[in-house]
T-cell receptor, first 113, second 113 residues
């Protein structure tokens, strides 16, 4: 069973600060997805990274896939209260298939005004 | 609007009383799945379906049943609910296999007393 560990589990910072959350595994993934879940709602896909070393930007959010495709990071610049939520990474297992998605347990992020 | 709908959103029931949580998607997606989300355990897959009449067990299928008689609907059935099935449940769909972008429903919070 492939595992994805996310760190930190909880993070509370002030508006305007920068932060990075991590998604790590000892397994190689063919691609990796990042979701954000707000209270009372289902997760929403933010981005998929596919190539080792790939960097994708979504406004103030920067996603990077590790060179070896075993890990990923999410960096938020000048965090805003609207960034508050649970951030989940999900690795697409090599070989894919119907059960080929492994979720991390998530990082709970709170941005205080 | 492309969406996954779930009903009910909230349900309190008693041990042993059969219940069904409905899930419907309007995107003509082939793949659908059910997850439960528990504190400290993250998202865990219960069952998934590759297409009509094709279903398979996920990581935590015990105590649950599913059916896929129509492409758009994927109900989750608890024949004899127990307190350890108290959880937040999400239905999700994607264009094809589970490795593609997942569209999640808004969730169903179930309490079994």
């Amino acid at each position: 069973t492939q595992l994805l560990e996310q760190s930190p589990q909880f993070l509370s910072i002030q508006e305007g600060e920068n932060l990075t959350v991590y998604c790590n595994s000892s397994s190689v993934f063919s691609s990796l997805q990042w979701y954000r879940q707000e209270p009372g709602e289902g997760p929403v896909l933010l981005v998929t990274v596919v190539t080792g070393g790939e960097v994708k930007k979504l406004k103030r959010l920067t996603f990077q896939f590790g060179d070896a495709r075993k890990d990923s990071s999410l960096h938020i610049t000048a965090a805003q209260p609207g960034d508050t939520g649970l951030y989940l990474c999900a690795g697409v297992n090599l070989g894919g298939g119907a059960d080929g998605l492994t979720f991390g347990k998530g990082t709970h992020l709170i941005i205080q005004p | 609007e492309a969406q996954v709908t779930q009903n009910p959103r909230y349900l309190i029931t008693v041990t042993g009383k059969k219940l069904t949580v409905t899930c419907s998607q309007n995107m003509n997606h082939e793949y659908m799945s059910w997850y439960r989300q528990d504190p400290g355990l993250g998202l865990r897959q219960i069952y998934y379906s590759m297409n009509v009449e094709v279903t398979d067990k996920g990581d935590v299928p015990e105590g649950y049943k599913v059916s896929r008689k129509e492409k758009r609907n994927f109900p989750l059935i608890l024949e004899s609910p127990s307190p350890n099935q108290t959880s937040l449940y999400f239905c999700a769909s994607s264009l094809s296999s589970g490795t593609y972008e997942q569209y999640f429903g808004p969730g169903t919070r179930l309490t079994v007393t």
